[in-house]
């Protein structure tokens, strides 16, 4: 099949050299897969045959650009080019020599076919390759029928194996792309996660895949189905918890936990921008807002609660981040926002008072806040839910607003060097002061730094 695949001139003129010196230059990897996706692709991968030597290659990169020898003994060297860079690479063997994505033993063999060497690769739909100088597409694999299809399609079982990631790399690709995964590659999957051959990987490498899904789907939860289905959630206990945990029906009458979860999560993907450096946090507050009803989820006289959830759910939620990282600080940031998730509501409902909301500031980014509870308010079957228009958020969001509290805290009025201006000499005192005209501040007592030092000279001997 000849396709159209627009690539930088460079590129032609390489393949075009190396064609004439025997050899063949291959596009391969994600970047033909995306073509045919109609998805953007900034990186290009070649892979080169028929050359006698990576030397020979080096050879003729020289005559064009600059060759970066790093990857060298691995049979890859990186090209630049105009402010670009490529990765050439001669295709090459492995062999597992032990654990972790670190233990094999790679050998180059220019002398590989392009079928023997995609035969290693994890899926179908990246085994593709793209011909530079004849322009036509190599799928000795069928790759292209599977993406047709909608299926993702493991090519040998022991080479899938030899890398347990690549199960949750299907994971991943079924949520980004909307697909299924193969009958077989089901089955494949859910006997390396039984017999425990993922417990070998890193939790860097896992969140890595986690983030892809999350960042790359606009229905994530295609993807969490699909651990699901493997039986991956062994690993994450916290969200296991929430299959078949009831909720009220009059509140959530789409189902248990585990449904308003992922409904909850595809709302937030509508809801931000999963470019924004900020999207993670979003993403994983939502996945985690309701982890607390696991544990405090009863029923009495017929009536379900899970009275405290949102707080019970602050420990589980960083018992369930440590297992995809050690960021101490950007789980601390979204701890809050599952802490605090049902206030917007319970504030309109319960119309709080300016000073509740200034406290509430002193807490959390109410802003943030905000967009968690709307993905939670949207992710339910709801009359309310299902009409889009969520009254407390607006509400709040202009309250918040008025009171200048919508993304940061109420600033306070006096510092430590205005006690000190007054006379005081500092000592632990300083503090109890400060926090008092501060509270003084959120209820509307004090409101400029006049009324601050006059009630501090009344009240405090000087």
Known sequence: MNIDLQLPSILHTIADDIAHKGGQAVVVGGSIRDYFLQLPSKDWDIEVYGLESIDALQKILSHYGKVNF?????????????DDEYDFSFPR????????????????????SYQEASSRRDFSINSMGYDISSQTLLDPHNGYRDLQDKVIRHIDATAFKEDPLR??????????FEFSLHPDTISLCQEMVKNGELDELSIERIYSEFNKLLLKSKKPSIGFEVMRDLGMLRYFPELEALIGIPQSPKYHPEGDVWIHTMMSLDAMVTLIDQKSNEALKFLYAILCHDLGKATTTTIEEGKIRSIGHEYAGVE????????????????????????????????????????????????????????VAKADFLGRTTEESIKGKYLAGEWLAEKSKMLNVSTKPLTNLI????????????????KEILEHIYTLQLEEKITNKEEALKYIKEQYTL
């Not at 003994?73 to 990186?78: E, N, P, R, T």
């Not at 199960?167 to 980004?176: E, I, L």
Request: hydrophobic letters at 40%; aromatic letters at 10%; zero cysteines.
């Open 415 to 430: 510092q430590g060097r205005d006690l000190i201006t007054l006379g005081l000499e500092p000592s632990p005192k300083f």
């Open 93 to 112: 063997k492995e062999k597992k020599t032990g654990l972790g994505h670190q233990g094999f033993e790679v050998s180059v063999d220019g002398r590989l």
């Open 167 to 176: 199960v949750y790399r299907a994971m991943q690709f079924a949520g980004r």
């Open 70 to 82: 790093v990857g060298k003994s691995f049979g890859v060297l990186k090209f630049n080019y105009a």
């Open 316 to 371: 589980i939620s960083k018992t369930f981040m440590y297992r995809l990282t050690n960021n101490h600080s950007f789980i601390d940031s979204l701890l809050p926002l599952v802490k605090h998730h049902l206030k917007p509501s319970q504030f309109f409902a319960g119309s709080a008072k300016s000073s509740a909301i200034r406290r509430l500031a002193t807490q959390v980014n109410i802003q943030e806040l905000i967009m």
